[in-house]
């Protein structure tokens, strides 16, 4: 799909020395950068699936142990 957008002129530029530094196409890098935004800002998505995964395990819930991982996933970067 194509699709129009303004960027800041030194986004622009960094985005253009990348993509020739890569080897990648302009669009090619955007899109690798969307993809990786998104990720970053689904983490809901994955701690649902991994509460549905637990709940099917049947495993019983150990409250310092998700207290524990809860933590260390609010400190990562998705």
């Given amino acids: 799909m194509k ?3 303004s960027i800041p ?3 622009f530029e960094g ?3 990348l993509a020739r530094r890569t080897k990648k ?3 090619q890098l955007f ?9 970053r800002h689904a983490s ?10 637990c709940a099917e395990l049947g495993n ?4 310092f142990v998700a207290s ?7 400190r990562s970067e998705w």
């Fill in 15 to 17: 985005a253009e020395r």
């Fill in 68 to 74: 524990a991982a809860h933590r260390i996933l609010e």
């Fill in 31 to 39: 899109s690798d950068a969307i993809k990786e935004y998104v990720a």
């Fill in 25 to 27: 196409s302009r669009s």
């Fill in 60 to 63: 019983p819930k150990d409250e």
């Fill in 9 to 11: 002129d030194d986004v």
């Fill in 3 to 5: 699709t129009a957008v």
């Fill in 44 to 53: 809901e998505d994955v701690t649902d699936a991994m509460d549905r995964v």
